[in-house]
């Protein structure tokens, strides 16, 4: 069995400005890591060019009006939705393809054609709405795929587990009445990070009450905080929940070097996070693991943690990095009553 590695050269070409930290080179320094690995050429792992995502597969998570606005954009050459969320006249293309991507991705692993997937691609998805682009994202990438299991593949429990530093609001607000997914997300807390939400007192709604759950860390939390919180929550929430595919929203930017952020992650910490999901998908779920990259924007740290999670995903021996560094006790003990909080409101745990 071998991993995908979903990429194409148009998501090189969506640019929002001169700058943007949401940039090409983010996938440039990922490709380049792992070509310098000779992880390219290994035959465990598969680059698999994506095919554009079908318009009505989008629509059951997107607004047809909104997603026509996108392609008018793109277009006519390019336009903003926020003051730092803009397309170009590849957006569009460029967000078909990731979504497509995914698509592509889950239906390989449920054929059984391969293990698993990180899916490389640009633009990034968890924070577009159902008509809104917002936060770098036009088309939610990973909503798209587990709407396209639940629908196409007819499973019934999808778990989604957010580590980027941002807490996936999109992806939370897709399902927040569902009881097919359960979305964890691991983000700094949002009185302190865009885009300001992602509370512990956010838990879904009607049917999906209980299937939300919100790990709002406070800056500086790292290595430490979120060894606990794989220990005490996400996987006794695998347990109790069964899923029968786990996705992953990937983002590196919860590293202690990112220029967007304040959080303590190191590159074992992320490493960390990436087997103890592969253990999870392999333990509850035969194996089904598709991740999907997020944020990051120091450009090193994109490489490394890139070539991390394909190792972990091939089963290869994890590359070290001389990297150090400490959260503080207060921030640890922070993350235990934050954990005793969410325990105690969740009813799957």
Same mark, same amino acid.
């Given at each position: 069995?071998?991993?995908?590695?979903? =990429?194409?050269?148009?998501?090189?070409?969506?640019?929002?400005?001169?700058?943007?930290?949401?940039?090409?080179?983010?996938?440039? +320094? !990922?490709?380049?890591? !792992? $070509?310098? !690995?000779? %992880?390219?050429?290994?035959?465990?792992?598969?680059?698999? /060019?994506?095919?554009?995502? +079908?318009?009505? *597969?989008?629509?059951s998570i997107h607004d047809k009006h909104y997603l026509d606005g996108i392609r008018k954009k793109s277009e006519q050459g390019g336009g903003f939705y926020t003051?730092?969320?803009?397309?170009?006249?590849?957006?569009? &293309?460029?967000?078909?393809? !990731?979504?497509?991507g995914g698509?592509?991705?889950?239906?390989?692993?449920? #054929?059984? +054609?391969?293990s698993n997937a990180f899916v490389l691609c640009r633009p990034p998805g968890h924070h577009a709405e159902i008509e809104r682009a917002f936060g770098f994202c036009f088309i939610n990438n990973i909503a798209v795929a587990a709407n396209h299991l639940i629908r196409n593949h007819k499973l019934d429990r999808i778990m989604i587990v957010d580590y980027d530093a941002h807490h996936g609001n999109g992806t939370q607000n897709s399902f927040y009445s569902s009881n097919q997914v359960l979305y964890v997300g691991l983000h700094q807390d949002g009185r302190t990070l865009f885009p300001g939400s992602g509370?512990?007192?956010?838990?879904?709604?009607?049917?999906? &009450?209980? =299937? *939300? %759950?919100?790990?709002?860390? =406070?800056?500086?939390?790292?290595? $430490?905080?979120?060894? @606990? #919180?794989?220990?005490?929550?996400?996987?006794? @929430?695998?347990? +109790?929940? $069964?899923?029968?595919?786990?996705?992953?929203?990937?983002?590196?930017?919860?590293?202690? $070097?990112?220029?967007?952020?304040? @959080?303590? %992650? /190191?590159?074992?910490?992320?490493?960390?996070?990436?087997?103890?999901l592969n253990h999870i998908a392999t333990t509850h779920a035969s194996g089904k693991l598709a991740c999907f990259l997020e944020g990051g924007y120091d450009l090193t740290v994109m490489g490394m943690c890139s070539l991390n999670l394909l190792e972990e995903l091939i089963g290869i021996e994890i590359t070290e990095f001389d990297e150090k560094h400490t959260e503080s006790e207060s921030c640890t003990q922070y993350t235990k009553d934050l954990i005793d909080q969410v325990t105690k409101t969740s009813p799957l745990l």
């Open positions: 069995m071998v991993t995908d590695l979903v =990429y194409h050269d148009i998501f090189l070409k969506h640019e929002m400005s001169m700058g943007h930290p949401e940039s090409p080179d983010r996938l440039r +320094s !990922a490709m380049s890591y !792992a $070509k310098k !690995a000779g %992880l390219i050429e290994n035959d465990r792992l598969n680059l698999l /060019t994506p095919e554009p995502v +079908s318009l009505d *597969t989008v629509y003051l730092d969320t803009a397309v170009n006249q590849y957006t569009f &293309q460029a967000a078909l393809l !990731a979504a497509g698509v592509n991705a889950v239906d390989r692993i449920m #054929a059984g +054609s391969t509370f512990p007192d956010e838990i879904g709604t009607g049917k999906g &009450q209980g =299937y *939300t %759950l919100n790990l709002a860390m =406070y800056p500086g939390a790292g290595d $430490k905080s979120y060894e @606990l #919180a794989f220990t005490e929550v996400i996987e006794p @929430l695998a347990k +109790s929940f $069964k899923p029968e595919f786990i996705l992953t929203s990937i983002g590196f930017d919860g590293h202690y $070097k990112d220029p967007l952020t304040s @959080l303590g %992650l /190191t590159t074992s910490g992320f490493s960390m996070m990436n087997n103890r």
